[in-house]
């Protein structure tokens, strides 16, 4: 038994010593994967960007009622004093916290 390696065998097992282009197919791979990379990472900031809005909108309702509260919890005499009629504290309090604008609104038109 001969434990030599043929040339044919040692060919491959070795690495190639000049650099090969990729075929197309793995061109065309090549640019799915980075697509695909892409398009996950778009994905991510998307979502993130939604749970950010979303964070904002919450903190700012929060503030909302505890204005209301807070004005609730004053006389009618308080009230007058700061220029609040004791019917609209709830537009009171909306006016002090407004919620967060859209930042697409002014890039969208009308088709």
Same mark, same amino acid.
Do not use: H, Y
């Given at each position: 038994m001969n434990s030599r390696i043929t040339p044919a065998e040692?060919?491959?097992l070795m690495p190639l010593a000049t650099p090969r282009r990729p075929?197309?197919?793995e061109q065309i791979?090549?640019?799915?994967a980075e697509a695909r990379?892409?398009?996950d990472a /778009?994905? =991510?900031?998307?979502?993130?960007?939604?749970?950010?809005g979303l964070r904002e909108i919450l903190t700012t309702l929060r503030r909302r009622r505890e204005t209301i509260e807070e004005l609730r919890a004053l006389s009618d005499r308080q009230?007058?004093?700061i220029g609040v009629a004791p019917g609209n504290i /709830?537009? =009171?309090a909306a006016n002090a916290t407004p919620l967060p604008a859209n930042d697409l609104a002014g890039t969208r038109h009308a088709a």
């Open positions: 040692a060919a491959l075929s197309e197919a791979e090549a640019i799915i990379r892409a398009r /778009a994905l =991510a900031e998307r979502i993130a960007g939604f749970f950010r009230l007058k004093d /709830a537009a =009171a």
